[in-house]
């Protein structure tokens, strides 16, 4: 494995860096945010920025619009992207929708993908994945799927509560997953500006780093014509395979660029804070919390890097991806813990970016499965290959 970069990949990670610098972080105090994420004009000035940068959808293929980067180069990109909150959103590489748009350029047909996925490529639209459900139906567990479509004439009819979906307000279109008479889960399109579908609530949460927030979403006798089936029938949880093992490794690729912003500003303040006739980082635990965060950050990008090299392979990745998911997320919730720590009472209040990251970043440790459930899916075939 040869991970040294291209002069042409150094060239666009310098150019995402300087992006994120110059037209982002700027906007990361702009009024136009809330509890459930930046409003849809912050988003609309931010793509366009990204637009202008050439830097928009970056992860899309060339065909699409965008630079069809390999899993490296979208770990070296979305690193930088991640460095500031808002990077993601700008970049349009954003969960859900960097997830969809992996999902659909590979399972959508021809006119799927020019009804939905085009739009949403050039950041005209948004997206939702609706899976998750309420206590008794699918979480950790997707075999625990309730929401049932049954097929009436030329369309299925859906019915059903999802929750925890992630850019839900606001979003032109869901991927809807069912079950059908069978049991065999099948993923839907559908507009979101349709009677069957209606946005209950917002759930208030920690993070506040996606638009549209987490919502509620009821679908009541939703028809959507058979031709609006992702993929084919019967291969949902399939096709959730396809688009979640690359969706939680870019998860990571944005998270460390946080944790690495987190880094750099405890960093700095650490260098300059004078405490006790020396600085804060020439005190031994304070210099000992950076030395684990530089640990971290290097273990954390290597493993990110690993999977994605594998991924480029054509390897599945699915148990590298576990991994990485686990270990990344609580790598880098270590890392801006230590720099909650470091920074003191600045660390709790919005003096600094790093409160804000600290409570986004909480989240990470549950989004596209719990440690606790990928460490028994490692174990499950560690014990497997075994036998």
Not at 1 to 10: E, I, N, Q, R, T
Not at 74 to 96: D, M, Q, R, T
Not at 252 to 275: F, S
Request: aromatic share 6%; hydrophobic share 40%.
């Amino acid at each position: 494995m040869d991970f040294s970069l291209s002069p042409k990949l150094v060239e666009l990670q310098q150019r995402t860096r300087e992006f994120i610098a110059s037209d982002v972080i700027p906007l990361e105090n702009d009024a136009r945010q809330g509890a459930h994420g930046p409003s849809e004009a912050l988003r609309a000035e931010l793509i366009e920025r990204a637009r202008r940068a050439g830097l928009l959808t970056p992860h899309a293929s060339v065909e699409l619009g965008g630079l069809g980067l390999t899993h490296i180069e979208k770990a070296i990109v979305f690193e930088e992207a991640g460095y500031s909150p808002l990077g993601p959103v700008a970049l349009n590489v954003h969960a859900p929708d960097e997830g969809n748009i992996h999902l659909m350029d590979v399972v959508g047909s021809d006119a799927q993908k020019q009804r939905w996925l085009k739009p949403l490529v050039e950041g005209h639209s948004r997206s939702c994945f609706a899976m998750t459900e309420p206590d008794p139906g699918a979480g950790a567990d997707p075999g625990m799927l309730r929401t049932t479509a049954v097929r009436d004439g030329d369309d299925y009819v859906i019915n059903g509560t999802k929750w925890f979906i992630t850019g839900a307000e606001g979003a032109a279109f869901a991927i809807i997953m069912a079950k059908l008479d069978d049991g065999a889960a099948t993923m839907f399109l559908a507009d979101m500006n349709q009677p069957g579908i209606r946005l209950e609530r917002l759930m208030d949460s920690l993070d506040s780093c996606f638009t549209g927030g987490h919502g509620v979403l009821h679908f009541e006798n939703l028809r959507v014509p058979a031709t609006d089936v992702l993929g084919e029938v019967g291969k949902g949880f399939r096709y959730a395979q396809v688009r979640l093992a690359p969706a939680r490794l870019t998860h990571c690729m944005r998270w460390l660029g946080q944790a690495r912003r987190a880094h750099d500003v405890a960093l700095a303040y650490a260098r300059r804070r004078q405490a006790f006739g020396k600085t804060l980082g020439e005190h031994e635990g304070v210099g000992f919390m950076l030395a684990d965060n530089e640990l971290d950050l290097q273990t954390a990008r290597l493993s990110i890097w690993h999977t994605a090299w594998l991924l480029d392979q054509g390897h599945k990745g699915n148990l590298e991806s576990s991994m990485s998911k686990v270990f990344v997320s609580e790598a880098a919730w270590r890392i801006v813990d230590r720099c909650v720590q470091v920074l003191g009472g600045q660390g709790v209040t919005a003096e600094t970016i790093v409160m804000r990251i600290f409570r986004d970043l909480r989240a990470f440790r549950i989004y596209d499965g719990p440690s606790e459930v990928h460490r028994w899916s490692i174990a499950r075939k560690l014990l497997s290959n075994a036998s």
